[in-house]
């Protein structure tokens, strides 16, 4: 026998409804709709609620991985009394708890002094409302009403860290000239507020437009004497570009909590994993490759597997590289090869490169880098 839902039930399912038909008009304005995108779309409420009900979850847990790279140099980057972090675009302050989230789990955590900016009033009234929910005492937020162009007049000091998530691909988006004035802005934002042993953080969409506009970004700041840490592992110009149909990011696994679970389910959207591109930047020449050697490639692809062997794409000191195994080549050596992912560091030996691809024989050796371990089911 059907039993009648109850009031609560029945309140719920019709929010969740009205919750969802709002994240997928936001998904479609942020994906296929890009181009028309109102400049101040976060001012609807329903739009703002499925933000920080849908996105904000998963985008929190973005800025882990870069945090995570750069906690690892041996010059201690974060080792300090006090950070103070720059949210530029925070919305609803997405990366500033992700941020507060990352350093709440280190032992001796830093007195963490944020800032977020944002041209949409009530994305600041969130990001205090939840910060003042989660923040610790020890940690202050301070917000500013601004576009990214015209923070200079309201900002004093440095920072050690300066984040844009998912804001570039927003800044002169309709605009013919968005990469050179982005990396103008990013120049001057860069010279004028990073302290200079900083870092700015970049995270963009995993799409395949806002992430090849984000290389060419990078390979423009790199022509302006910046360096790249992560998750490049060499200086030079991107290769994804090369091929107009390459591009670069990461792929996490996550497990969604359920709203975004029932969610998924009412739009036929997919959230069951965290995918993003990202990008940091620094004055100096400090590098991932310091950690884990020059000689060590990305994973910059899913597994390619065909019949009888199993490739990838890697991307180190000799640009994007096709890496592959024949199955009947598989050793005790190479095995790490069936486990890579996306976004992994591996370090090859014995590796024979025929110039069409690097081939991994029997006598070859793969060694993932541990210290990079994700393991995101642990904390996420
Ligand atoms: C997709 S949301 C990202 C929010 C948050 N950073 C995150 O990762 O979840 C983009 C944010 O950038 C803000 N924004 C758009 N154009 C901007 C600009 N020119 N300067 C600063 N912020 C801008 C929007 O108001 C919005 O809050």
Not at 148 to 156: D, F, L, V
Request: with cysteine.
């Amino acid at each position: 026998m059907h039993r009648t839902m109850t009031w609560s039930e029945r309140l719920f399912k019709t929010e969740l409804k009205n919750l969802a038909s709002n994240v997928a008009r936001l998904s479609t304005l942020l994906t296929r709709e890009r181009e028309s995108l109102p400049a101040a779309y976060l001012k609807d409420a329903g739009l703002r609620k499925a933000y920080i009900e849908y996105f904000l979850p998963s985008n929190l847990y973005k800025i882990h991985i870069p945090l995570k790279e750069l906690s690892l140099h041996p010059k201690g980057l974060f080792k300090k009394d006090k950070l103070r972090i720059l949210d530029i675009g925070s919305g609803p302050g997405t990366a500033t708890l992700g941020a507060l989230d990352f350093f709440s789990i280190k032992e001796k955590r830093p007195i963490l002094e944020f800032t977020a900016v944002d041209p949409v009033a009530e994305n600041l009234r969130d990001a205090e409302a939840l910060f003042k929910d989660r923040g610790p005492k020890e940690a202050t937020l301070t917000t500013l009403k601004s576009g990214i162009e015209r923070i200079e007049a309201h900002i004093k000091g440095s920072f050690d860290i300066i984040i844009l998530s998912n804001l570039l691909n927003e800044v002169a988006h309709n605009d013919a000239e968005r990469i050179h004035k982005r990396v103008e802005i990013l120049k001057g934002l860069i010279n004028r507020f990073l302290s200079f042993d900083g870092s700015c953080i970049i995270i963009e969409p995993a799409l395949r437009e806002t992430s090849r506009e984000m290389l060419m970004v990078r390979d423009g700041l790199l022509d302006e004497g910046l360096h790249i840490y992560s998750p490049c592992l060499t200086g030079d110009k991107c290769p994804a570009l090369d091929n107009p149909k390459d591009w670069c990011h990461e792929d996490v696994p996550w497990e969604p909590p359920a709203i975004v679970k029932e969610v998924d389910q009412l739009t036929g959207l997919r959230k069951d994993s965290l995918k993003f591109s990202y990008l940091i930047l620094r004055e100096d020449d400090l590098s991932l490759a310091d950690i884990c050697g020059e000689d060590s490639y990305r994973v910059v692809s899913e597994p390619l597997i065909s019949k009888g062997k199993m490739e990838f794409y890697v991307c180190g000191k000799e640009g994007r590289r096709l890496i592959a195994r024949l199955d009947k080549d598989k050793t005790n050596l190479n095995g790490t090869f069936d486990d890579l992912r996306r976004g992994d560091v591996v370090r090859l030996k014995g590796v024979v490169d025929t110039r069409k691809r690097l081939k991994v024989g029997k006598d070859s050796s793969i060694s993932l880098e541990k210290f990079l371990d994700k393991s995101p089911q642990e904390r996420y």
